[in-house]
């Protein structure tokens, strides 16, 4: 008994010494890998083909794949970016907020670059939690413990839970680690989250935006790590905006008129080898039709012929309001009337913008380049009578908020368009007829019709009507009149 009791100890022990050591081992090697994963080199660098070769004047600059400077146009905002990715500036978490194409990845992957992604770690936002999750495990090289082994000693792993929990239990391990770095280094982590505008303004979505929030807020009070979120929508700001005290805010805009001639110049004399390169006529003449728009310029900058492109981007543009936005006139079918409020109310705020522009005293300035109308958020739900349509209007890319909270056309082509549409023979009539039609199959769906059965025949009947709370309104006195023929059998 005393010998099988040892056997049975001993057993028990040594399960138990290699079970705990495993676990103290895993938990070293889960920091140890997402220390690893802030160390130089990213692989968001490597899927944007970004590489390193000495320039002429000795130090280095970025290049894709085409041997091609990648970043040829020098955005202000640079520096402020750089040093923030550096960890120069610190006790904040960042707001980047810009159209669709105004460059905001390209100077957080640049800034990254820099510094060969030493401290920094950067992923892709997903509507989907789960993606989001994995995607946030492969960022920081964090497995949730799915690679845990701890049953083969009888130790229970983490319980499933959901997203949303794996993601703070991700969390809680950078933590730890940013708590050593700081300690170590001085400087914090970067956490970049991109496109934050493709997380669902619903329930889970909101939970998982309110989440990295309150981590931001206390890692930026520590000193411990600096999240920037990049978002193109105005609606990820104001759902921050409510809990925010150390957010900044960094508006990315379009450039500006003489550094987008510039940067038109520069690449087609450098690249294309125009020499003494391209007429300021023409460079002036893009600008006018596709604005300080960076991803428009770039195509414009590597097309051979500038200004066809530059009208193909307008035309594309276009197409793509009206492709989502045209209204169908007083012969519209009753079914289609949700997607017609939808429309009609997009045709009325260009329409306004139009009109704003006309009363404006100026729309171009020589140095700033392209006015575009705007008016305020409260006052464009004003104008289309509806307040929650302008949140889907600026996710498809036909207008825009700032952090302002200012309306405006999404892009300089898109104006044009407004203008265009808003200038058609008829159209000011055909939106009416529209908003009519619109009308009339609400209140057909607001009548009901009252049947009465079986009165006595040249009597009178009071009908009282009230409302919903009981209180009397008007009265209606129905009468029966006989039929004629009725009226000559009483009469005989």
């Given at each position: 008994?005393?010998?099988?009791?040892?056997?049975?100890?001993a057993?028990?022990?040594?399960?138990?010494?290699?079970?705990?050591?495993?676990?103290?081992?895993?938990k070293r090697?889960?920091?140890?890998?997402?220390e690893?994963?802030f160390?130089?080199?990213?692989?968001v660098?490597?899927l944007?083909?970004?590489?390193?070769?000495?320039?002429?004047?000795g130090?280095?600059?970025?290049?894709?794949?085409?041997?091609?400077?990648?970043?040829w146009?020098l955005?202000?905002?640079?520096?402020t970016?750089?040093?923030i990715?550096?960890g120069?500036?610190?006790?904040?978490?960042?707001?980047?907020?810009?159209?669709?194409?105004t460059?905001?990845?390209s100077?957080?992957?640049?800034?990254?670059?820099?510094i060969?992604?030493?401290?920094c770690?950067?992923?892709?936002?997903?509507a989907?939690?789960?993606?989001?999750?994995?995607?946030l495990?492969?960022?920081?090289?964090?497995?949730?413990?799915e690679?845990?082994?701890?049953?083969?000693f009888?130790?229970?792993?983490?319980?499933?839970?959901?997203?949303?929990?794996?993601?703070?239990?991700?969390?809680?391990?950078?933590?730890?680690?940013a708590?050593?770095?700081?300690?170590?280094?001085?400087r914090?982590l970067?956490?970049?989250i991109?496109?934050?505008?493709?997380?669902?303004?619903?329930?889970?979505?909101?939970?998982?935006l309110?989440?990295?929030?309150?981590?931001?807020?206390?890692w930026a009070?520590?000193?411990?790590?600096?999240?920037?979120f990049n978002?193109?929508?105005?609606?990820?700001?104001?759902?921050l905006k409510?809990?925010?005290?150390?957010?900044?805010?960094l508006?990315i805009?379009?450039?500006?008129?003489?550094?987008a001639i510039?940067?038109?110049?520069?690449?087609?004399?450098?690249?294309?080898?125009?020499?003494p390169?391209?007429?300021?006529?023409?460079?002036?003449?893009?600008?006018?039709?596709?604005?300080?728009?960076?991803?428009?310029l770039?195509?414009v900058?590597?097309s051979?012929?500038?200004l066809?492109?530059?009208?193909d981007?307008?035309?594309?543009?276009?197409?793509?309001?009206l492709?989502?936005?045209?209204?169908?006139?007083?012969?519209?079918?009753?079914?289609?009337?949700?997607?017609?409020?939808?429309a009609?109310?997009?045709?009325?705020l260009?329409?306004?913008?139009?009109?704003?522009?006309?009363?404006?005293?100026?729309?171009?300035?020589p140095?700033?380049g392209?006015?575009?109308?705007?008016?305020?958020?409260?006052?464009?739900?004003q104008?289309?009578?509806?307040?929650?349509?302008?949140q889907?209007y600026?996710a498809?890319?036909?207008?825009?908020?700032?952090s302002?909270?200012?309306?405006?056309?999404?892009?300089?082509?898109?104006?044009?368009?407004f203008?265009?549409i808003?200038?058609?023979?008829?159209?000011?009539?055909?939106?009416?007829?529209?908003?009519?039609?619109?009308?009339?199959i609400?209140?057909?769906?607001?009548t009901?019709?009252?049947?009465?059965?079986?009165?006595?025949?040249?009597g009178q009947?009071?009908?009282?009507?009230?409302?919903?709370?009981?209180?009397?309104?008007?009265?209606?006195?129905?009468?029966?009149?006989?039929?004629?023929?009725?009226e000559?059998?009483?009469?005989?």
């Amino acid at each position: 008994m005393f010998e099988a009791a040892l056997t049975t100890f001993a057993s028990v022990g040594i399960l138990g010494a290699v079970g705990y050591g495993y676990t103290v081992y895993y938990k070293r090697m889960v920091l140890k890998k997402i220390e690893h994963a802030f160390e130089p080199g990213d692989p968001v660098l490597d899927l944007a083909a970004v590489a390193k070769q000495s320039s002429p004047s000795g130090g280095e600059e970025l290049v894709d794949d085409d041997g091609l400077r990648q970043h040829w146009v020098l955005r202000e905002e640079q520096a402020t970016i750089d040093a923030i990715v550096s960890g120069k500036l610190k006790g904040q978490y960042y707001l980047l907020v810009g159209e669709k194409g105004t460059g905001k990845s390209s100077m957080l992957i640049d800034a990254m670059a820099k510094i060969d992604g030493e401290g920094c770690s950067m992923l892709e936002a997903h509507a989907n939690p789960e993606i989001f999750r994995i995607r946030l495990g492969k960022a920081l090289d964090f497995e949730f413990h799915e690679d845990n082994i701890g049953s083969l000693f009888s130790i229970r792993g983490p319980r499933d839970a959901s997203a949303l929990l794996d993601v703070e239990r991700a969390f809680n391990k950078l933590e730890k680690v940013a708590l050593k770095r700081r300690n170590e280094i001085g400087r914090p982590l970067i956490l970049i989250i991109n496109s934050t505008h493709l997380l669902r303004d619903d329930e889970p979505g909101r939970d998982l935006l309110e989440l990295l929030q309150q981590r931001a807020e206390a890692w930026a009070a520590g000193n411990l790590m600096t999240v920037i979120f990049n978002s193109d929508d105005y609606w990820v700001y104001e759902r921050l905006k409510q809990y925010a005290t150390r957010m900044h805010i960094l508006p990315i805009l379009d450039l500006s008129k003489p550094r987008a001639i510039e940067a038109l110049r520069k690449y087609r004399s450098t690249y294309k080898r125009e020499v003494p390169g391209p007429d300021s006529a023409l460079l002036e003449q893009v600008y006018d039709m596709v604005g300080g728009r960076l991803s428009f310029l770039a195509r414009v900058a590597k097309s051979p012929d500038m200004l066809k492109t530059s009208h193909d981007i307008c035309r594309m543009e276009k197409t793509w309001f009206l492709n989502k936005c045209w209204i169908l006139g007083s012969e519209m079918d009753d079914d289609v009337m949700d997607q017609q409020k939808y429309a009609a109310a997009a045709m009325v705020l260009a329409k306004a913008l139009v009109e704003r522009e006309k009363a404006m005293a100026s729309v171009y300035d020589p140095v700033q380049g392209h006015i575009l109308p705007q008016m305020s958020l409260h006052e464009a739900r004003q104008v289309m009578t509806r307040a929650d349509f302008i949140q889907d209007y600026d996710a498809i890319n036909v207008f825009t908020i700032d952090s302002s909270a200012m309306v405006r056309a999404d892009s300089v082509p898109m104006m044009r368009a407004f203008r265009e549409i808003c200038a058609e023979p008829g159209f000011g009539e055909f939106l009416e007829a529209t908003l009519t039609r619109i009308s009339d199959i609400e209140s057909l769906g607001r009548t009901r019709e009252l049947t009465i059965k079986d009165l006595w025949k040249g009597g009178q009947y009071r009908v009282q009507m009230a409302d919903a709370k009981g209180v009397a309104g008007g009265s209606l006195v129905l009468e029966v009149v006989p039929e004629e023929g009725e009226e000559e059998q009483h009469g005989g």
